[in-house]
């Protein structure tokens, strides 16, 4: 009878374990499969005002609000995930971890001036120095408007 209890409590640490593994961020993933980042980045268009599910390491998280995550391929090529602040808040120790993120891919048209803006912004947030020459002219941004995420440990 001892040796079946402590057989039941360790695979209950067990599934604990697995099920703590992941974080569910806002709404439940519904596409079956990812779109590869690699085809998000390089035919961006064709994806636009769709809802596309992409996954990836996790690169880089925005260190103020938990607003955005950038999450990179195999290859390098890479994909932002943005949420409304407070919305979803990523936890910003995911980098280096494997996420699942889905929303509606949008295209961001800038103007130099809100280009510089938004450099001068995401510097800020993120402790890092930012040179106003760097940003040369308007700017398109493609990025996912997150609705929901798994982050994977």
């Given at each position: ?12 640490s067990l599934v604990a374990l697995v ?86 891919f949008a295209k961001l048209s800038l103007t130099k001036e809100q280009a510089v ?37």
């Amino acid at each position: 009878m001892k040796k079946l209890v402590t057989i039941s409590l360790t695979s209950l640490s067990l599934v604990a374990l697995v099920f703590a593994a992941e974080v569910k961020l806002g709404k439940p993933l519904t596409l079956k499969q990812p779109t590869p980042i690699a085809a998000l980045a390089s035919h961006p268009e064709q994806y636009v005002g769709k809802i596309v599910q992409a996954k990836g390491k996790v690169s880089e998280v925005c260190q103020m609000m938990g607003c955005w995550m950038n999450l990179v391929d195999e290859d390098g090529k890479s994909v932002r995930i943005k949420v409304k602040d407070g919305e979803i808040v990523f936890p910003k120790d995911s980098a280096g971890k494997t996420a699942i993120a889905e929303g509606k891919f949008a295209k961001l048209s800038l103007t130099k001036e809100q280009a510089v803006a938004q450099a001068k912004h995401e510097a800020e947030a993120n402790g890092k120095k930012f040179d106003p020459a760097s940003v040369t002219g308007p700017v398109t941004i493609y990025q996912i408007q997150g609705q929901g995420a798994v982050i994977l440990e």
